[in-house]
């Protein structure tokens, strides 16, 4: 039981901190999010920009908080279990992206 909490734990930072370049967590365009704020909202033209540099730079933080976690990782792990954990890792991703909603064809 220990075991598989610790596992959890060592996945869920890298796998909830990575942070797809100019894609959100659900693998959507980041263009798509602002566009559902905006419907939601009614944001202005200066609103939407301010809010794009908002995601930016979350999504900056969410890619040094992962690459360092990465790092730490690598020298905690042996060479093996680390190809598992990246193997693990992209299992993950794959799912995520099964279950994303997608946005219906015009």
């Known amino acids: 039981m220990r075991k598989k909490l610790l596992l959890a734990a060592i996945l869920a930072l890298?796998?909830?901190?990575?942070a797809y370049p100019s894609e959100n967590d659900y693998g959507?365009?980041?263009d798509h999010k602002l566009e559902?704020?905006?419907?939601?909202?009614?944001l202005s033209?200066?609103?939407k920009t301010k809010?794009?540099?908002?995601?930016?730079e979350q999504h900056d933080k969410f890619r040094a908080i992962h690459e360092e976690s990465h790092s730490r990782m690598k020298e905690v792990l042996s060479p093996e279990q680390m190809q598992k954990m990246d193997d693990l890792?992209?299992?993950?991703?794959?799912?995520?992206?099964?279950q994303a909603p997608r946005k219906?064809?015009?």
């Open 14 to 18: 890298p796998l909830t901190a990575f």
């Open 28 to 30: 959507q365009p980041v």
């Open 36 to 42: 559902h704020l905006n419907k939601l909202l009614q």
């Open 45 to 47: 033209p200066e609103q």
């Open 51 to 56: 809010l794009e540099a908002i995601f930016k």
């Open 89 to 98: 890792r992209k299992q993950h991703q794959e799912k995520m992206r099964e």
């Open 104 to 106: 219906p064809a015009p």
